[in-house]
């Protein structure tokens, strides 16, 4: 059995402004493509009670227990195992396996996008706490900005505000490009001479 230290699982400072600000970043793009739809229903109105407990759940409970098991343990037990891709596509494998009993078609490939970016934040960034951080706030901007919908409810999207929909999809899909091509080119490291 390998013990390993919560350092080494992901907690610990070391790239927490990265991956706070990747997380923000991903963050603003999820919801300005929420906000760029016009949904069929509206979201349940919330009392304060309803929206303490919410944050609660999803930042003390939902985001530390998915952070720890997908992007702490499963990420560092494949990263020591085979490697930094390993761990990558591996963590996200499993996060959009634990998410399948729940979750819609479309709700799983925003689990595969959320994965991706998630393991490539903890790749460069090196730690979880910013990630705990994001996935909270990425949850708790769902349950209360969407309605409870099922896919077929769903028809067509009435899109309002395109421009918003495109500014979210670049924000979201620009992350894994700066993450695996620019962000290696912008922070080389340099040998003293």
Known sequence: MRRWSLSQLGFNRQGVGLSLVCGLILFAGRTLVILAVRWPRPPVPLTWLQ?????????AVVAVVEEFIFRGLIYHALDEWRGARWAIWGSTAGFILFHIGWHSPLQLLAALIIGLVFAGIRWRAGSIPGLIFTHGLIDVGAVWLLPELRLED??????????LLLLGYV???????????????????????
């Open 154 to 163: 769903l028809g067509r999207p009435d899109i309002t505000h395109p421009g």
């Open 51 to 59: 929206a303490a407990g919410d944050i609660l759940y999803y930042f």
């Open 171 to 193: 924000l979201i899909l620009g992350l894994p490009l700066y993450l695996w091509l620019l962000y290696p080119r912008l922070h080389v490291r340099r040998k003293p001479s």
